[in-house]
């Protein structure tokens, strides 16, 4: 399995710029993540998907965040419009979510930079 | 609300020189504690998951263990790739995993 799969592993854009985070889960897990990490919060859960519905958004900075994930094998994180304050890494996880707590499996993640 | 604190923020060894980091938890109806691994540019790498109070895991020189209140990833005769941060996150009610801050770890050779 390729694991989880992210792209684009590198973004620069500047102010005000629409950008879009993908995630390919592994292939089989019923529940996805969006992660963001920065060296001054450490690591912080955004969204939940548990099978392609989102179950907790309260992590979602504000409205300008958006999450969609129309199948089992894609997931997208929107931010429109970007801020240089969203400059992070953001992970993108995937869990087999069998009733029990399971473990989750990390992408590499794509470090954002906004001008 | 659960809470996750690592100890110490970072910690210099020795290779050779073995040590303890700490994971200080309160949760409501703990369903599993995990420890990650995650070096430099890249997403956070599974270690062990943890589900009651006196379990232990052991994984080459790491040996992790749960109490109820703390969790303790033992490091045995650490070597320079065992440098990392090695963060913890507990798993409680809500299934939403809350992660602590991490332990930068450098084994010097």
């Known amino acids: 399995d390729a694991g989880v799969i992210q792209s684009p592993r590198h973004e620069v854009t500047e102010m005000g710029q629409e950008v879009t985070l993908r995630c390919k889960p592994i292939?089989?897990?019923?529940?996805l993540f969006w992660y963001r990490q920065t060296m001054m919060r450490g690591l912080e859960l955004l969204i939940y998907?548990?099978?392609?519905?989102?179950?907790?958004d309260s992590g979602m900075p504000e409205d300008r965040f958006s999450a969609k994930m129309p199948n089992a094998s894609f997931s997208t994180l929107k931010i429109q419009p970007s801020e240089p304050r969203d400059s992070a890494v953001y992970f993108c996880?995937?869990?087999?979510?069998?009733?029990?707590?399971?473990?989750?499996?990390f992408g590499p993640g794509t470090r954002l930079l906004v001008l | 609300e659960d809470q996750v604190t690592q100890s110490p923020e970072a910690l210099r060894l020795q290779e050779g020189e073995s040590s303890s980091l700490n994971c200080s938890y309160t949760?409501?109806?703990?369903?599993?504690l995990f420890w990650y691994r995650q070096d430099p540019g890249k997403g956070p790498e599974f270690l062990f998951t943890?589900?009651?109070a006196g379990e232990e895991k052991e994984k080459e020189r790491l040996k992790a263990t749960l109490t109820k209140k703390e969790s303790f990833l033992h490091i045995t005769a650490p070597k320079p790739e065992d440098s990392a941060t090695y963060l913890c996150a507990v798993s409680g009610g809500s299934y939403i995993p809350t992660f602590g801050r991490g332990t930068s770890l450098i084994v010097h050779p």
């Open positions: 943890l589900y009651s």
């Open positions: 292939s089989g897990h019923n529940s």
């Open positions: 998907f548990n099978n392609n519905v989102p179950i907790d």
């Open positions: 996880a995937s869990s087999p979510d069998r009733g029990r707590q399971e473990t989750q499996y």
């Open positions: 949760v409501s109806g703990l369903r599993g």
